[in-house]
């Protein structure tokens, strides 16, 4: 258990197509809002963590040294930048916990921001690709919606047609993010839109309609973590943590699983000493609607191949007895890369410290976030709780 980090403060833009917006501008926003909340001033942050994936949406790397040109106050703090696909975010936030979790340091400023509107979607998916075996996908049409319309397709042929289900879970998510003011897609679509295909709904991949594939957004997010709770306002903190990783081709794995993201919620569980029924909510990755409906089999809500009773059954709305993306998870609030981990973290601690607004659920104390990249080849589960 890790009972001595904790989550002081967190900032959020809004998340967007904000391809016109500075990337210091986002990153000075989201860290003012940090700072802001934690009580805190820069001279206080003993070390940056940036999340930042890139790839070729921008020209400028070196992207640690961009958060100092936003608050010039941070001049001298040693800062590096995290990269591991869409789990970016999650990973600066890991080495922004083993530095603090160490004692070297005291408060760590965690920064995660993706511009990804600067180039043609064409392109994007381009870039996106990059995070599959190059050697073996590189040619999939439609980008990473093409792979994951391939784990579709071989769902549907062992386990039938989940589309029902799939529409189902992107429905909730955008009535959910109808209550989150930084998402990036506010609207309630509903089942039957989700459901068929139209104009506005084509198919896009395999048996995965447009509806069915999370936002490419612009944004930024940030965490303060410390080693001592506030005094002055409620803390969340770590309760158990865990990371694990499965090979990058699909070609090694059987794509209706994800054996990765399943041992990282054992482990994390395990970590925290609870099981799955103790969590008040989940912020997961919902990169695709297939993503997670097979989370839920991940992390045991359903065996394998039944993850659809759990979204038909209204296990994962609101009201329901495990909330899961009460943000509109990353269908609706939007998907900035290197953002993504940094802001489920901030979703859930919005959540714990009764701070979440419209999403608030209440009697919140116990939640669960978790973030992959790739298709769940690099898997963070965090288990977080008031306190």
């Keep these: 258990m890790h009972h001595n980090a904790y989550i002081l403060g967190w900032g959020h833009t809004q998340f967007g197509k904000l391809d016109q917006v500075e990337s210091e501008t986002l990153i000075r926003d989201a860290v003012t809002g940090a700072l802001g909340t934690a009580e805190l001033e820069p001279r206080d942050i003993d070390g940056i963590f940036v999340g930042h994936f890139n790839g070729g949406f921008l020209q400028q790397d070196f992207s640690a040294a961009l958060v100092a040109m936003a608050i010039p106050e941070l001049r001298h703090v040693p800062a590096m930048r995290m990269e591991n696909a869409c789990a970016t975010g999650s990973a600066a936030i890991w080495a922004a916990l083993d530095a603090v979790q160490s004692g070297r340091v005291r408060h760590a400023l965690v920064v995660g921001f993706e511009r990804m509107n600067t180039l043609p979607t064409a392109q994007v998916g381009d870039v996106l690709l990059k995070c599959s075996y190059v050697k073996e996908e590189a040619d999939v049409p439609a980008g990473f919606a093409g792979i994951f319309g391939q784990i579709a397709s071989a769902y549907f042929e062992r386990f039938g047609d989940q589309s029902d289900a799939l529409a189902t879970i992107a429905a909730k998510n955008h009535a959910h993010g ?46 303060i973590i410390s080693a001592a709770p506030s005094r002055t306002r409620p803390n969340v903190r770590w309760r158990g943590r865990a990371q694990a990783n499965d090979f990058l081709p699909l070609s090694r794995r059987d794509p209706t699983r994800f054996e990765g993201a399943a041992r990282a919620w054992q482990q994390g569980l395990d970590d925290a000493q609870l099981s799955l029924g103790d969590l008040h909510f989940v912020e997961t990755h919902d990169c695709f609607t297939m993503a997670e409906l097979l989370q839920y089999e991940a992390m045991g809500l359903a065996g394998h191949g039944e993850g659809a009773r759990v979204a038909l059954d209204g296990v994962t709305s609101r009201g329901g007895p495990l909330p899961v993306n009460l943000s509109g998870g990353l269908k609706s609030r939007g998907h900035p890369i290197g953002a993504t981990g940094v802001s489920q973290h901030v979703m859930a601690a919005m959540q714990l410290a009764g701070e979440a607004g419209e999403m608030q659920l209440p009697g919140a104390g116990i939640g669960a976030v978790f973030n992959m990249g790739g298709a769940a080849v690099t898997n963070y589960l965090s288990v977080l709780e008031a306190v």
């Design 178 to 223: 109808m209550r989150n003011p930084y998402a990036h897609m506010r609207r309630d679509f509903g089942f039957d839109f989700c459901r068929h295909p139209s104009e506005k709904n084509p198919m896009v991949a395999g048996p995965l309609k447009r509806s069915d594939c999370s936002l490419v957004s612009d944004g930024a997010a940030a965490l």
